[in-house]
């Protein structure tokens, strides 16, 4: 729940303002023929930094003009959404919503909407703008991002060293709340039971869903309890019931990958989508600034100063 909360409090950030009718106050920021008042500004730094008056003067100031260049790169974007008539279908809202609830019940995502100080209107609002972004994004992005195989291979030769890995073993698990629970299940598996099986229907741990897959992982990855047990195991071998803090365990080891360095076949679509990655911020922030340079951009940083401004 923590979580969630914290990414509706950042995304609040990019939608305040417009959700609130317009005010007769001068605009503090203006960008193009998009504003904001101070005001709307004053929301905005209450949701970014609740605890900003408790902080050094000077300290208050950066962060005012550090949430001003943000809001800037905000309404540049927004103001490309509407040049390029962006919009948001009624299908793609929902899917988003539900995206972000999670697995929250409805009464702790309608808990956590009522901490954060919204209703289930403005959080909508607060996603449509996201997808709104993400669109414009994807619109400037992918027909100048371009990566092939070519490139990742050239990447792989430079940078053979980033790709050896250390010894790996690949396992599943089943979680108990007592030995003796883990006991009758592990004479079932001893008897030809199919580990995968057995941990979706008695395991406790919400890895149970996927057969108790650990998936890959090297030493030191999991508890130290862990690994004195999984890497003493070959392929194929189960463990003796293992307890922790979270209670005991089954393990099965279901290969060991020696270490070594990673064949590109394995790496190729990593090394892709990095620098695909790399390329995007890279020519997102071209773009931006470009943008800016182009676009009328005032702001009256004189009221920032202001003791006065909460």
Not at 99 to 111: H, T, V
Not at 191 to 216: I, K, M, Q, T, V
């Amino acid at each position: 729940m923590p979580f969630l909360r914290q990414v509706i409090i950042l995304l609040l950030l990019v939608f305040v303002h417009g959700c609130q009718p317009p005010e007769p106050l001068p605009p503090l920021i203006k960008v193009g023929q998009r504003q904001l008042t101070l005001q709307q500004f004053e929301r905005e730094l209450q949701l970014s930094y609740p605890d900003i008056s408790v902080l050094p003067e000077q300290e208050q100031l950066l962060l005012k003009k550090q949430l001003v260049n943000r809001l800037i790169e905000r309404e540049l974007i927004l103001g490309e959404a509407e040049r390029s008539d962006v919009r948001i279908a009624p299908a793609e809202l929902d899917a988003a919503m539900i995206e972000f609830r999670g697995n929250y019940s409805a009464a702790e995502y309608q808990e956590i909407l009522r901490e954060a100080g919204q209703s289930e209107e403005s959080w909508q609002a607060v996603l449509r703008l996201r997808l709104l972004t993400m669109k414009v994004s994807a619109a400037i992005l992918d027909p100048l991002v371009q990566v092939d195989v070519k490139d990742a291979e050239k990447y792989y030769l430079a940078n053979r060293e980033e790709f050896r890995r250390s010894e790996e073993l690949r396992a599943r698990q089943m979680l108990f709340d007592s030995k003796e629970a883990a006991e009758v299940i592990l004479k079932k598996l001893k008897a030809g039971g199919n580990f995968a099986e057995l941990a979706r229907e008695y395991s406790l741990s919400p890895d149970r869903e996927n057969g108790g897959s650990l998936g890959y992982f090297s030493q030191g990855q999991l508890p130290p309890e862990f690994d004195k047990v999984l890497f003493r195991l070959a392929a194929g071998q189960l463990s003796d019931p293992v307890e922790s803090p979270y209670g005991v365990h089954l393990f099965l080891v279901e290969r060991r990958r020696r270490a070594g360095l990673r064949p590109f076949a394995a790496v190729q679509n990593e090394i892709i989508a990095m620098l695909r990655q790399q390329r995007e911020e890279e020519v997102f922030q071209l773009w931006l600034g470009k943008l800016h340079e182009n676009t009328r951009i005032s702001v009256h940083w004189d009221l920032l100063a202001k003791k006065d401004l909460h």
